[in-house]
């Protein structure tokens, strides 16, 4: 899988294709489905875990903000498959944060994880998954390097906004049936710089209730 990104020119890093190998898709995608093909596939509630092009596009998209030692979130971390990838990135120094609101979500996230490689970040708690509304961010690790959202929002939630560190990245979808993956920059003096990156279709970053009624 990660070869053929690179044939196509979606994985240019060593290092986004070093932890794309090490972090087994197999132990996240629900079974039954085939781990490796380049697609979104559901994993209940009205979520997906994302396809494993876009999962590269975001790591690459975050590297610089992913240095060994630094703080990354994830919000609707899902299957924890991408939470995995940020801990692998940033190592046992640094500090990595799923926010997923569907308990078993959050649930199942964390046995993927113990499977995984990312295991002994979870061990000794440099990684870890919450239940909660991912659109007020975890602000007790906060401010962050880097912040990925995995669903898509009408605007962009003013709680990740305050939990960017100054020279922090942001990776989110916004829109709703239209949506543009955002790259948001939070310059030094606090200022934001804003460019789309790509169109991308992803589930609305919502109410619990409203996910589960089906948007
Ligand atoms: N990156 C994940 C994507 C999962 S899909 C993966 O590849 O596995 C998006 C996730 O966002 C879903 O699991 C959904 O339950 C979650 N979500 C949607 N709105 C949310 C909110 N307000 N707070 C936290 N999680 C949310």
């Not at 190592?91 to 990312?118: C, F, T, W």
């Amino acid at each position: 899988m990660v070869e053929h990104l690179k044939t196509y020119g979606v994985i240019s890093s060593e290092k986004v294709a070093e932890v794309m190998e090490g972090i087994d898709r197999a132990f996240f995608v629900p079974d039954g489905n085939a781990p490796y093909y380049d697609s979104p596939m559901p994993i209940g509630y009205n979520a997906t875990i994302s396809a494993p092009h876009m999962h590269a596009t975001c790591l690459q998209l975050l590297e610089e903000n992913l240095q060994p030692g630094m703080h990354a979130l994830d919000v609707g971390s899902g299957t924890g498959y991408l939470t995995a990838c940020f801990a692998l990135m940033v190592g046992p120094q640094g500090r990595v944060v799923g926010v997923e609101h569907i308990p078993e979500l959050v649930a199942s996230s964390i046995s993927n994880i113990q499977k995984s490689a990312a295991a002994p970040l979870l061990k000794e708690g440099s990684l870890s998954v919450h239940a909660g509304d991912g659109r007020l961010g975890w602000p007790e690790h906060a401010p962050y390097d880097a912040i990925h959202v995995g669903a898509a929002a009408p605007e962009i939630p003013q709680a990740l906004i305050d939990q960017l560190k100054p020279g922090g990245r942001m990776v989110i979808p916004v829109g709703s049936i239209f949506q543009d993956l955002k790259v948001i920059d939070k310059n030094l003096d606090g200022s934001l710089s804003v460019r789309n990156e790509t169109s991308v279709r992803y589930v609305p970053l919502t109410s619990r209730d409203v996910q589960l009624r089906g948007g």
